[in-house]
């Protein structure tokens, strides 16, 4: 039995076409994901991303906790309502999870994780605090959906749904959130484009849903979700990293804090085994095929493997995350099986695409 | 789901149409288009390469997935229609419409091996 989210019956009425996302029914593209793509890219979409879950810590250890269990340094966080990408290792330095962790006081602090690693999550962040001892309390809020309103009008379209969120979010910068009432408005993506993502009660979000769409916000699967996020360079768990990958050989160094004297988990397996490998971007230059994901990479300086690839609508050709050896540079030339064939890809540094623009040559 | 009466079809989802000249169209069906998404890769086979029965013979691929295109009969393939790999896309726009390339069958009456529309639409719809 899959799980649902509380716009299900939403997906359904616009003809989404619906697929097993990790043991939840989600919508994968509602017509062309490509359509969907640019409608982000120029205008504005949203997704359903309810399946994510918001876990609140509430408690006067928050901060001690936090500064332990996460590999970016939450003490960053001091203006109320900002919030920070950081990821959650283990003890040998491998990417339990990636997540935003939004600063509400100092004994609230929310994360929001990745759908299929939530119990995961919560069952690692349970035993964390055991060990820990603190004052905290952890609380998972199913209660919540999430929707992701993303692209140049984003903001404008919610403001405009929305009209009395205008003025508390209008000076906000990105990376920080507001609470007003029971909804939470972060201006954070998964894109790179602008936009908001909004929790709320999981009742209010059918009829959020649909004034949004009535304000012209075009509905956007996971599938244009995939290639927005990857045109933007950002990670996906399971892909570009996981629990035996080191966030820095996964190109995740700018977030992890080793400065100072602050111990984490993950740390010390950290500094012992020091960086190995990068991510980079690959544009495939023949019409050959399209990059995908577990395809080897053959460089002068040794073997690499595609982790995330795919069809790129604004370039128009297929792009690709890869982890490959340390010597390689943008610019070179490397080889990919593609099938049963060798192409040729430029090596790019990522991102592909922010705010509309390609960034690549 | 579209599934044209005058057109076969195979449990892997290409449809074919016999022509004129007793040569075989094929393509992939509706069901199989709307399931990949947009397409945006098309490989077709060599034109005189001979292919058995449900061998895969071209490849296509959305921004999702890759996915085999598969000899419907044993036969040789005597054209493959180049305009179309330029412009994939089509292949969502009017998948029975997008022939993708046409076959000499070893043996004609394998033609009546294949599904029906109506064999095919139960079989696209379990």
Redesign the interface.
């Known amino acids: 039995m899959l799980k649902t989210t509380p716009l299900n019956a939403a997906h359904r009425a616009l003809g989404a076409r619906m697929v097993d996302f990790g043991g939840w029914d989600m919508p994968v593209n509602y017509g062309s994901q490509i359509e969907e793509h640019q409608a982000v890219r120029r205008d504005a979409g949203m997704f359903d991303v309810s399946h994510m879950l918001a876990v609140d810590l509430h408690g006067a250890g928050v901060r001690a906790f936090l500064r332990f269990a996460l590999a970016n340094a939450t003490d960053k966080l001091r203006d109320p309502g900002g919030a920070l990408y950081s990821c959650m290792l283990n003890h040998e330095g491998g990417v339990i999870d990636d997540l935003i962790v939004y600063f509400f006081t100092d004994e609230c602090f929310r994360l929001v994780v990745n759908a299929g690693r939530a119990e995961n999550d919560l069952a690692w962040l349970g035993s964390l605090k055991e060990g820990f001892g603190a004052e905290l309390e952890l609380r998972p809020r199913r209660d919540l959906a999430m929707i992701a309103v993303q692209g140049p009008n984003a903001r404008e379209r919610v403001w405009q749904a929305l009209p009395e969120t205008r003025a508390a979010t209008a000076a906000m910068r990105a990376f920080h959130s507001v609470n007003l009432g029971e909804m939470m408005l972060a201006r954070t993506g998964y894109t790179g484009e602008d936009g908001f993502e909004l929790l709320l009660p999981a009742a209010a979000a059918e009829g959020l849903w649909r004034q949004l769409l009535g304000c012209g916000v075009k509905p956007c699967g996971l599938g244009a979700r995939d290639t927005l996020r990857l045109e933007a360079g950002m990670n996906l768990w399971g892909q570009d990293m996981d629990e035996s990958v080191s966030p820095l050989d996964a190109g995740l160094a700018w977030t992890v804090d080793l400065d100072g004297a602050r111990d984490f988990v993950g740390k010390a397996a950290l500094l012992a085994r020091p960086r190995s490998r990068q991510l980079l971007g690959l544009v495939l230059a023949d019409k050959g095929g399209v990059l995908r994901g577990r395809q080897k990479v053959s460089t002068p300086e040794g073997e690499g493997v595609v982790t995330s690839g795919t069809f790129s609508p604004s370039l128009g050709r297929s792009i690709a995350l890869a982890r490959v050896p340390l010597g390689v540079k943008a610019g070179a030339l490397v080889q990919v099986s593609v099938r049963d064939r060798q192409l040729t890809a430029k090596v790019v540094k990522p991102p592909f695409v922010r705010n509309g623009k390609i960034l690549i040559n | 789901m579209k599934t044209p009466e005058h057109l076969k079809y195979t449990t892997t989802h290409e449809w074919i149409r016999t022509e004129a000249d007793g040569t075989l169209a094929v393509g992939i069906t509706d069901h199989a288009q709307?399931?990949l998404?947009?397409i945006?890769?098309l490989?077709l086979p060599p034109v005189g390469k001979r292919f058995g029965r449900g061998e895969p013979c071209a490849?296509i691929?959305?921004?999702?997935a890759?996915s085999d295109i598969n000899m419907p009969v044993a036969g040789m393939v005597v054209a493959a229609n180049d305009a179309l790999a330029k412009a994939p896309e089509q292949v969502?726009a009017d998948a029975y419409a997008a022939w993708m390339f046409r076959i000499k069958p070893d043996n004609a009456a394998d033609i009546g091996g294949l599904l029906d529309a109506a064999a095919y639409a139960g079989h696209a719809e379990k």
Do not use: L, P, W
């Open positions: 709307a399931v998404g947009d945006v890769f490989e490849v691929e959305s921004v999702k890759a969502n």
